[in-house]
């Protein structure tokens, strides 16, 4: 089946500074991936869309300036979070959507990323 | 707006015991219906979608317009069940509003 990887898994910072996280489709090309945002024992929240080639759309809330989405192949997109703050520290989790069908198409989840910014 | 409700944070069963697990929603369209499930230490994965028709691990899930719901239901549930379930919800995946919204999910634990 479709595998999407993050990395780093895990990572610290320091506030004020800026971090950036990969996320990849490994045996698909994905012109589509989402950025996710997770809380403790919370549910998944759409951040973003990330488009290949594109602008990223993000959801009413979601500052794009903090936030940076660059999407620039069809297997990699990534997340940077600019000077981060302490309220920033969260579960990012990134998807990539996959045709499984004529007409439907599927999400596949990556793993994680755990921001502690400090 | 597209919105999914989970009403139970947590349930809990016996193995072996019928274990329905609830979500409504409101879609203005016609929505795609999935349950995702996320085991211990794994990443979400998707369990069913309602366009499928089809039984996962012994789970299905119906879509009831009328009652705008889309329980999972599995006549008998096992240790190995026991695992975080999102019910989420999209436009037509092909489509340019291929958004999912999750739900809050439920946390299934099975007992032995």
């Known amino acids: 089946g479709a595998v999407v990887s993050q990395h780093p898994s895990w990572v610290i910072c320091k506030s004020g500074t800026s971090v950036k996280i990969e996320c990849r489709s490994l045996d698909f090309q994905a012109t589509t991936m989402f950025w996710y945002r997770q809380f403790p024992k919370q549910s998944l929240m759409l951040m973003a869309t990330?488009?290949?080639?594109?602008?990223?759309?993000?959801e009413q809330g979601v500052e794009k300036d903090k936030f940076l989405i660059n999407h620039a192949s069809l297997t990699l997109s990534t997340l940077t979070v600019t000077s981060a703050h302490p309220e920033d520290s969260s579960f990012y989790i990134c998807s990539a959507r996959d045709k499984v069908g004529q007409d439907f198409y599927e999400q596949y989840f990556g793993p994680g990323t755990r921001l502690t910014v400090t | 707006a597209q919105r999914v409700t989970q009403p139970e944070k947590l349930l809990s069963v016996f193995k072996g015991a019928p274990v329905e697990l609830k979500c409504n929603y409101s879609?203005?369209?016609?929505?795609?219906l999935f349950w995702y499930v996320q085991y211990s230490r794994q990443r979400l994965q998707l369990l069913l979608r309602?366009?499928s028709r089809e039984s996962i691990k012994g789970f299905t899930a119906d879509l009831n317009k009328g009652e705008t719901s889309f329980h999972l239901k599995k006549p008998f549930a096992q240790e190995e069940d026991s695992a975080m379930y999102y019910c989420a919800l999209s436009g037509h995946s092909g489509g340019s509003n291929y958004k999912l919204t999750f739900g809050k999910g439920t946390l299934l634990t099975v007992n032995p």
């Open positions: 990330s488009n290949e080639g594109s602008k990223a759309t993000y």
């Open positions: 879609y203005s369209g016609s929505p795609e």
């Open positions: 309602h366009i």
